[in-house]
């Protein structure tokens, strides 16, 4: 069992930046990939980026490619993103997944684990 505890939402200004922490519980965490998602009201939950167990592949959509940043602390149990040059359409609420793989999936449904999300509001 993993709990996933997500924080740094807020509200920016666009062109601002935000860092999102999701703390796991467990001693397992090296043994997950972990991906951050979105969801903006009316929508389906996308994909936002995502890295495997031990950190050498990550992954990005390409509406943030370029703009965020995602990383682990393996030894913290965290993993994080960087969101800069922050965009109105990047407004959603934020959950990390964890994914019991040696992959890394971009399908919410390959996620065994998420956490409860935390809101991300850019203005114009």
């Known amino acids: 069992q993993v709990q996933l505890v997500e924080s740094g939402g807020g509200l920016v200004q666009a062109g601002g930046s935000l860092r999102l922490s999701c703390a796991a519980s467990?001693?397992?965490?090296?043994?997950?990939?972990m991906g951050w998602f979105r969801q903006a009201p009316g929508k389906e939950r996308e994909f936002v980026a995502g890295i495997r167990r031990s950190g050498g592949i990550i992954a990005y959509a390409d509406s943030v490619k370029g703009r965020f940043t995602i990383s682990r602390d393996n030894a913290k149990n965290t993993v994080y993103l960087q969101m800069d040059s922050l965009k109105p359409e990047d407004t959603a609420v934020y959950y990390c997944?964890?994914?019991?793989?040696?992959?890394?999936?971009?399908?919410?449904?390959?996620?065994?684990?998420w956490g409860q999300g935390t809101q991300v509001t850019v203005s114009s």
């Open positions: 997944g964890a994914d019991y793989s040696a992959l890394l999936h971009t399908m919410p449904s390959f996620y065994d684990y």
């Open positions: 467990g001693r397992t965490f090296s043994s997950y990939a």
